[in-house]
Every structure is written in C-alpha cells, then in structure tokens.
C-alpha cells in the first residue's frame, strides 16, 4: 500500500516562499511521474506541476517561472518550491503519483498566501 504525506504548507505573505515536501512510503517512486495537485473549495482540483521519472518537468502557465517541482529519489520524496507567492496560490496542495493501475494521493497540505 503506497502512502503519500504531505508537508511544508502554512501562512506566508504575498511574495514569500514555501516548499512543500511529499514523502512516499510502501513503494519507491523513482519510476513513478508525481504531480502536485492544488483545490480551491467549490472549485476542481488542478495540475500545477508534473516530474517524470527522469526528471522532465511541466507547470501550469500561472506557475510557470515562480513554482518549481523536483525529486530527491534517495529520499522518496518529491518537492515543490514556491516563490513569489500570490493570493490567488491559496489552496489544498495534494501530491499524487501512478503506481501501476491504481492513482494515490496523498492528504494535503493547506497553503494560504494573505496580502
């Protein structure tokens, strides 16, 4: 059974910066594309950053240049800089990676950007 757990989320200023951690355990993920997720209550759940599992990345174009996803396989553990942050990056940050058939996600952690 994978389990993805999220981390690094909180209250920061316009302009600041968070880094959110996903650790994964009962599974490696060096071979796994993980994406971050983010959700805005009453709103769907959107793709904000995507890394394969060498290493390829793509943002959502509201990110781009101020969000920046990387993998540390040692660690199982999959990150998402943040900097710059805006009001509108206020949401749920969910982590998420396919193993076989089967989608997992983890929690979330809640992000909330004040001006």
């Known amino acids: 059974q994978v389990q993805l757990v999220e981390s690094g989320g909180g209250l920061v200023q316009a302009g600041g910066s968070l880094r959110l951690s996903c650790a994964a355990s009962?599974?490696?993920?060096?071979?796994?594309?993980m994406s971050w997720y983010r959700q805005v209550p009453g709103k769907q759940r959107e793709s904000v950053a995507v890394?394969?599992?060498?290493?390829?990345?793509n943002y959502v174009d509201s990110v781009k240049g101020r969000f920046t996803i990387s993998r540390d396989n040692a660690k199982n553990t999959v990150y998402l800089q943040m900097n710059t942050l805006k009001v509108e990056d206020t949401a749920v940050y969910y982590c998420?990676?396919?193993?076989?058939?089967?989608?997992?996600w983890g929690k979330g952690t809640q992000v909330t950007v004040s001006s």
């Open positions: 009962g599974s490696i993920l060096s071979y796994n594309t």
């Open positions: 890394i394969s599992s060498v290493g390829t990345t």
């Open positions: 998420t990676g396919l193993w076989g058939a089967t989608q997992y």
